[in-house]
């Protein structure tokens, strides 16, 4: 090789170890970038979203803009918060195989829908699984589809995960079929499914996507104090109109953006995300000592006068994504923050004192329920409360709260409260022949949680009570025999508001929450039944149906031509990790949001 050849291989050489080198550098920097908490500088943004046509709604005028940005906090040296996730988790080979089989089951029943899903309603927002027929009510851009992408990763399903990805990257947020949104749901839903999607694949694609529609629900944040529209008009926002914060929405659907917000702050290091939900949350931490049941918020708020004077407090359908992300924001931010320590403990302890209560019962079980509760004005001018013994499926989730809450705060009496909440809703299903706790049930309240015996008499004088109450002139020759048998109710159950289920998540959200932190053993077994007793309730040839009644049975069980997204990217999500090793999806290096999606926790710098 001449002296000439020699230096032109050199050369050649040389250039391409500084490019290989560069390359090196730049994904370090990259993934070093994903988890950041350091404070913004746009400089440094890879992605050049201020620009990117792929962001139309960075282009929008800012009506009342943020004079400064609330930053998050810096993550200094490994934080005090205690492992959550139970570290003696005593399985045997026999459990470890049934196990293994289950896990299979449960997999094979996502598999099923999936795969109808996609050849029947890909792209559309829902699939009708008896008609068969692609249904569309958030927004038209394929909520299934965004709200399972992790599900997918989850299930070892990568190539139906490459699939996906590929056609979420052809979607458009700024075309929607929807001429109103509902923003909570899109949050907790789409931008939680493309947020936890990318925090589990690392694939750049859905942080573009993530950014896109995180923009997006900025923009209805554009009010005059700041506070979020929840049902938002796009197009009258695309058009300059004016925005205001609503007159009557639910506090849940407002409490329900610190997770989302927060975690696209954490990976892209812009602080609007979390600046435009923690100013929300410092709304409700204002509010938390002022409401009618200080320590509760109520039900609904005036979110345009920031007025929290309404009369009813829940840990029921209204309230589930307020509370869920109080421990969860804590854990997200590092224990930085202790705003969200503080509004947990409020909350709970007055929740504890007002509205779990302990139901009668014929087993004899010692277990919690929570239900509503009302405030009513005295003559003389004093707050009275009033608790009605009603339980409703989406309370279910108030076990998993309290299991999260008690390990990750250090609250040995959460712990204990959980279980009890848990076993109430397992008793729940149990106790309907066909093993689904309806919608809502009504039962009789212990007067006292410590002595509870069962009374047959007295059970039968509250169904004849609640019965007369339904009616405009009550029937004093009202047969309860016969009432309680035409309408199937349970011992301990005095009515059935809703008979139906909706194939929701809370009963087994809250039990694998417990598992994982506790290692209880039985509620393997009782994931199990409750499981079995959905899949042979609903399953169709399309999917699963949701239930008009499950006080019906055998022939007379009529199905509702619905299978909502949260079946797949919830349901049998949680079913799935009950039965998977611990190690899948750990609490103590994820959160779960209000749609079921774990959100990485950062590391400390």
């Keep these: 090789m001449s002296r000439g050849q020699r230096r032109v291989l050199g050369a050649f050489l040389g250039a391409f170890l500084l490019l290989l080198l560069y390359q090196v550098h730049y994904h370090r920097t990259n993934d070093n970038r994903r988890f950041s908490t350091s404070p913004f500088d746009a400089s440094k943004v890879t992605l050049n979203v201020s620009i990117n046509p792929k962001y139309p709604w960075r282009k929008l005028p ?9 930053q998050l906090p810096v993550f200094g040296p490994p934080q ?19 196990q293994t089989s289950r896990q299979s089951a449960t997999k094979k029943a996502f598999e099923r829908c999936w795969k109808s899903y996609q050849s029947l309603a890909w792209g559309a927002d829902e ?27 989850i299930m070892g399903m990568h190539n139906e995960f490459k699939k996906a990805v590929a056609s979420v990257t052809h979607i458009k947020f700024q075309n929607t079929q929807s001429p109103e949104l509902n923003t ?7 931008l939680g499914g493309l947020l936890a999607a990318f925090d589990l694949s690392g694939d750049w694609k859905l942080l573009e996507k993530s950014i896109e529609l995180g923009d997006m629900l900025y923009a209805a944040f554009d009010t005059p104090n700041r506070i979020p529209i929840i049902h938002w008009n796009p197009h009258k926002a695309t058009c300059h109109e004016e925005q205001l914060a609503e007159e009557n929405v639910l506090s849940a659907e407002l409490g329900s ?25 410092k709304l409700f931490d204002r509010q938390q000592g002022a409401t009618k049941l200080a320590g509760l918020w109520p039900v609904s708020v005036n979110a345009r006068e920031e007025l929290f004077d309404d009369d009813v407090f829940t840990l029921g359908a209204e309230a589930s994504s307020l509370y869920k992300s109080l421990p969860r924001a804590y854990a997200l931010l590092g224990g930085q923050i202790p705003m969200y320590r503080k509004m947990y403990e409020d909350a709970t302890f007055t929740a504890v004192v007002h509205n ?16 509503p509760v009302r405030v009513t004005m005295t003559e003389n001018g004093n707050l009275q409360t009033h608790l009605e013994a009603q339980m409703h499926y989406r309370s279910c989730f108030a076990g998993g709260v309290f299991a999260l809450g008690g390990a990750l705060l250090n609250i040995p009496t959460h712990q204990d409260i959980s279980h009890k909440l848990v076993d109430g809703c397992i008793w729940a299903h149990r106790v309907i022949p066909l093993g689904i706790m309806p919608e809502a049930f009504d039962v009789v309240p212990c007067a006292s949680p410590t002595s509870c015996p069962w009374s047959e008499r007295l059970w039968k004088q509250e169904v004849w009570k609640k019965a007369n109450s339904l009616e405009p002139e009550p029937n004093p020759n009202l047969n309860v025999d016969t009432f309680i048998e ?21 009963a087994i959200e809250s039990m694998f929450t417990l598992y994982r932190i506790s290692g209880r053993e039985d509620l393997l077994g009782a994931a199990w039944d409750m499981f079995r007793a959905m899949q042979n309730a609903t399953q169709t040839k399309n ?18 031509d619905s299978m909502d997204s949260m079946w797949m990217s919830q349901t049998l999500k949680y079913f799935y990790l009950m039965f998977s090793s611990p190690d899948l999806i750990n609490l103590d290096e994820f959160v779960f949001n209000a749609g079921g999606h774990p959100l990485k926790r950062p590391k400390a710098s």
């Design 184 to 190: 909570h749901d899109v949050n907790i839903h789409l």
């Design 127 to 153: 699939l009708a699984p008896l008609s068969g027929s692609p249904e569309n009510g958030l927004g038209g851009w394929g909520a299934t589809l965004l709200d399972n992408l992790d599900t997918l990763w």
């Design 62 to 70: 800012v009506r009342y803009p943020v004079a400064e940005f609330q």
């Design 543 to 560: 999917g699963n149906a949701a239930i008009v009644a499950v006080t019906d049975e055998g022939s007379g069980l009529t199905l509702k």
């Design 486 to 506: 035409d309408h199937r109710l349970p011992k301990g159950f005095i009515g059935i508001p809703d008979t139906a289920y909706k194939l929701r998540p809370e």
């Design 257 to 281: 953006f610190a997770l989302e917000f927060t975690r696209l702050s954490q990976i892209t290091g812009d602080p609007k995300y979390f600046d435009a939900a923690h100013r929300v949350m």
């Design 80 to 98: 005090a918060l205690p492992k959550v996730q139970s570290t003696d988790f005593k399985v045997s080979h026999l459990i470890f195989d049934r």
């Design 356 to 371: 779990l209560f302990r139901p009668m019962n014929p087993q004899g079980k010692d277990m919690l329920l929570p239900g």
